[in-house]
């Protein structure tokens, strides 16, 4: 499992050989010798080039490797990452990596290889890199992983690279690499990519945010000290075994919340926030009772993560409570296990199979998400891809809501979707016949956005012969646009054929 710390490692211990103390702490398999020879093959492989700042490139796929090894990852993946510019960059080939390191490492640095092989530019260069981006992780979501630390180093190191290729490089890392990384439940990584590109894609911007932030924390530091030794102190007496530490939240998270309260930082409660990580489920909840007990929480602050799980599978009891002095303090509350899921999502359990190759165990899959998206991808052409870009995006990135049918299902949807892409997503018929609907047993009108936990009971009138057209101006998934135009477009065409029979 992975830290539930972040590490800086990669930064103060930047050799192989404190890269293989690290992974051999961890992953008791690893062997230190054919990390060692990674290193050496990759090395003697990139000799004599030099990164844009002039230092030797070998510091790029080691700096990946310790991007890799801070989330715990096996040491074939550790090794995957040392060596994935290999057979782009150099004279070796896939095939000396695979014959050097076996079959597991060949293919995941062949899947970096095709992944990074963007012959496009503009639009075009975007919408190739979405593809490849799901294709991959339909395929191999550990590439993804490689390709996330491979991307977050490069980021990092930026300033030796002309401006208009820094702007390029971030913003598609802010628009396709951290809401990726989002979806997989990495908020560590998500973070990370995210306050990385922030600095070149909105630099007036991040500075101002910066600059708040650290006036915040600063400000805020001695009192949080002593709410959290409070916390600490009041959970162990009632016997509950607890790690108690502050989260500073990331800058462009930051950023995107003060747009939300009108730029007014004292409207942000969780600036720095208050973790308490607990032995078990049974403990979240004794937690929380506690801490009521304590202080007041505020009306409508508290949030059941665990009963009710983000989409990315983040899991946690957040309460937000009047402290002293009529501070406001917003505590989160996790297991350990919740932890790891929370910060390296499908990344922070996974185990050897009998043939040594390294399995992800029951999340080693693509979500379904993402074989939905290569399904859908594999049967449009560029111009219809392109066309529904912004409505894919929608549906991928933007914050998710649960919605439940009067059965007790829960229905996954875009923010903002309405009861007509509740009816779609159940089956096209239903949204086709759609005639009303009642959220949470009262009528509504059908153009209502939902909102997280509503219950939607949809009314279908069975001799309707499909949908309204101008319900398009205000559903917001993609599927049920699609079927919307469908349907108008077929009675356009049955239109024209009863005024021209023999067009």
Not at 98 to 116: A, H, P, Q, R, S
Not at 127 to 152: G, H, P, S, Y
Not at 319 to 347: L, P, S, W
Not at 446 to 452: A, I, R, T, Y
Request: aromatic letters at 8%; charged letters at 30%.
């Amino acid at each position: 499992m992975p830290n539930t710390t972040p590490s800086n490692t990669a930064k103060t211990q930047q050799t192989i050989e404190g890269l293989c103390d690290l992974v051999c702490q961890y992953d008791k398999k690893a062997d230190r010798s054919i990390i060692e020879h990674a290193y050496t093959f990759a090395k003697e492989a990139h000799e004599g080039q030099k990164r844009a700042s002039g230092e030797p490139y070998i510091i790029h796929p080691l700096a990946t490797a310790f991007y890799l090894a801070e989330m715990h990852m096996p040491a074939p993946i550790v090794m995957a990452g040392i060596l994935h510019d290999v057979p782009e960059d150099t004279e070796k080939t896939i095939e000396d990596v695979t014959n050097e390191f076996g079959e597991d490492v060949g293919n995941m640095v062949g899947g970096i290889t095709k992944l990074g092989k963007i012959k496009y530019r503009g639009i075009e260069r975007y919408i190739e890199n979405l593809r490849k981006m799901f294709l991959t992780m339909a395929a191999d979501v550990r590439v993804v992983f490689i390709k996330f630390a491979d991307r977050l180093h490069n980021l990092e190191t930026l300033d030796h690279i002309p401006p208009k290729k820094q702007y390029r490089i971030a913003l598609e890392s802010l628009e396709i690499f951290a809401p990726i990384a989002n979806r997989l439940g990495m908020g560590d990584m998500k973070g990370r990519l995210e306050d990385a590109s922030f600095r070149y894609v909105l630099p007036k911007e991040y500075e101002w945010v910066k600059n708040l932030s650290k006036t915040g924390r600063e400000e805020k530091k001695e009192y949080l000290d002593h709410v959290i030794e409070e916390t600490r102190s009041l959970l162990e007496e009632s016997g509950v075994d607890v790690n108690v530490q502050g989260r500073a939240k990331h800058l462009y998270s930051l950023y995107r919340k003060l747009l939300q309260n009108d730029r007014n930082i004292a409207r942000i409660y969780d600036l720095i926030a208050v973790r308490v990580i607990v032995d078990s489920l049974a403990d979240c909840y004794a937690a929380l009772g506690i801490i009521h007990s304590k202080w007041t929480p505020l009306k409508g602050r508290i949030k059941d993560y665990i009963a009710q799980p983000k989409p990315n599978g983040y899991r946690s009891l957040h309460t937000t409570v009047f402290c002293e002095d009529g501070e406001i303090v917003e505590f989160q509350i996790r297991t350990k296990e919740m932890h790891a899921m929370n910060e390296y999502g499908i990344a922070a359990h996974w185990s050897y199979d009998e043939n040594g190759k390294v399995s992800l165990g029951k999340d080693s899959k693509a979500p379904e998400w993402v074989t939905e998206l290569v399904d859908i991808q594999q049967t449009l052409d560029q111009k219809a891809f392109l066309e529904g870009l912004e409505e894919l995006k929608i549906d991928i990135f933007k914050d998710r809501i649960f919605v439940f049918t009067p059965q007790g299902d829960v229905i996954d949807l875009p923010e903002e979707s309405t009861s007509v892409d509740f009816a779609y997503a159940i089956h096209t018929d239903i949204g086709n016949t759609c005639s009303g609907a009642k959220v949470n047993d009262h009528v509504a009108p059908l153009e209502q956005k939902l909102k997280n936990g509503d219950m939607v009971d949809i009314i279908v009138d069975k001799s309707r012969k499909g949908p309204n057209p101008d319900w398009i101006k205000f559903v917001k998934t993609r599927y049920a646009k699609s079927k919307i135009r469908q349907y108008s477009k077929s009675r356009i065409g049955n239109w024209i054929k009863g005024i021209l029979p023999n067009s």
